[in-house]
T-cell receptor, first 115, second 112 residues
């Protein structure tokens, strides 16, 4: 299957700072990327959908000003957690598709800890 | 709005037992259904992908079926091993927003 690389795999930051997570499709062009969040012992919850060159569509309850998503190219999407707080500590996973109706491939996830 | 439910939430079985994990979804308008494995603190490992036009997929000791009309899928694991212990997630890609929606998962523990 196709490869999606997510970086960093883990990060610890101080409360109030911002953290950027990158998601790259290494061997295909990703027209659509998705960002998920997973709290301990819970399932993956979709945060937002981003299409290359356009604004992300956020799920209900997700603050778009706090979780900034940029999908400027067909191989890269970034999620920036702004003014992070301890309650933002979670496992964040991205996925990418080459076309809207095809299989989505997942990154390995980023564990964010805000102290 | 698509909802995915997995039963049971947790399962503990002795090694060697065959087992079935269940997944149901509320909207049959899907492109595909995928089963994943997730180990504690780790990312997702894709196990099987079933396109909406397919009825089942097999990989080694794993077999997944799909009944789109009734909104159900099952993951069959034959001759379970302690190494199969993990959380198994079912996810559907729906045609509405092309999103992949996950179930809550089944936590499996296989005792040696």
């Amino acid at each position: 299957g196709a490869v999606v690389s997510q970086h960093p795999s883990w990060v610890i930051c101080k409360s109030g700072t911002s953290v950027k997570i990158e998601c790259r499709s290494l061997d295909f062009q990703a027209t659509t990327m998705f960002w998920y969040r997973q709290f301990p012992k819970q399932s993956l919850m979709l945060m937002a959908t981003s299409n290359e060159g356009s604004k992300a569509t956020y799920e209900q309850g997700v603050e778009k000003d706090k979780f900034l998503i940029n999908h400027a190219s067909l191989t890269l999407s970034t999620l920036t957690v702004t003014s992070a707080h301890p309650e933002d500590s979670s496992f964040y996973i991205c996925s990418a598709s080459s076309r809207r109706n095809t299989e989505a491939f997942f990154g390995q996830g980023t564990r964010l800890t805000v102290v | 709005k698509q909802e995915v439910t997995q039963i049971p939430a947790a399962l503990s079985v002795p090694e060697g037992e065959n087992l079935v994990l269940n997944c149901s979804f509320t909207d049959s308008a899907i492109y595909n259904l995928q089963w994943f494995r997730q180990d504690p603190g780790k990312g997702l490992t894709s196990l099987l992908l079933i396109q909406s036009s397919q009825r089942e997929q097999t990989s080694g000791r794993l077999n997944a079926s799909l009944d789109k009309s009734s909104g159900r899928s099952t993951l069959y694991i034959a001759a379970s091993q302690p190494g199969d212990s993990a959380t198994y997630l079912c996810a559907v890609k729906d045609t509405g927003g092309f999103k992949t929606i996950f179930g809550a998962g089944t936590r499996l523990f296989v005792k040696a």
